[in-house]
């Protein structure tokens, strides 16, 4: 019998070896048989916690997402500026946030996107994750901007953190932070321009 209050330090344990199997050798070849000896765990603790791996996929991602959200929440908790420019550019800078943008999150963030194209649970979750970015976007682009401009502002923004975001994981160099953020900043920036005066 599990000791009591093992079971969210064993799935934390499982979800970071998930991580790092995934960073090792890709989410095909990330077998339970890797990720529970990564873990140091028997196979069978993870069809205990999560039923099979793509059960333990699922969390990854929701724990990879949850870590975004979390990011994003507590830049804008110490957000001095409540203006639309400085709400949009926490959730940038969450997008970018080191959670994000490490190798096995990176890889393990494209193997999901691939995943989900076949899965529907993971496809799921890819629609809640696009749609969350695009309502947030779309809600702050909102206050100064026309509903047809604020849509269409917040649809390029989304495709273009989602293209820095995927560019800088294919580059197989480090992500360069600074430079997406720039970037977003400035399509940003040119969007916030055309508000009605």
Not at 118 to 125: G, N
Not at 161 to 172: N, P
Not at 178 to 197: F, G, H
Request: hydrophobic residues 45%.
């Amino acid at each position: 019998m599990p000791k009591v209050g093992m079971q969210p330090i064993r799935r934390q344990q499982l979800i970071e070896a998930t991580l790092l199997a995934v960073d090792q050798v890709g989410m095909a070849d990330a077998s339970i048989a890797l990720i529970a000896r990564l873990a140091g765990v028997s196979n069978g603790i993870i069809s205990h916690y999560f039923q099979d791996k793509n059960g333990l996929i699922a969390a990854t991602m929701r724990y990879l997402m949850n870590a975004l959200i979390d990011n994003v929440r507590a830049r804008r908790q110490v957000l001095g500026d409540e203006s639309p420019r400085a709400h949009l550019q926490v959730i940038i800078e969450g997008n970018f946030d080191a959670s994000q943008v490490n190798g096995p999150a990176m890889k393990t963030w494209l193997a999901f996107w691939a995943a989900s194209m076949h899965q529907p649970s993971l496809h799921r979750l890819q629609r809640i994750n696009d749609h969350r970015l695009y309502s947030n976007l779309c809600c702050q682009f909102r206050r100064v901007l026309p509903q047809e401009q604020a849509r269409s502002a917040a649809r390029g923004l989304a495709a273009l953190i989602d293209g820095l975001w995927l560019r800088g994981a294919l580059s197989g160099d480090a992500f360069d932070t600074d430079q997406a953020q720039q970037i977003a900043y400035e399509y940003m920036d040119q969007q916030l321009a055309k508000q009605v005066m």
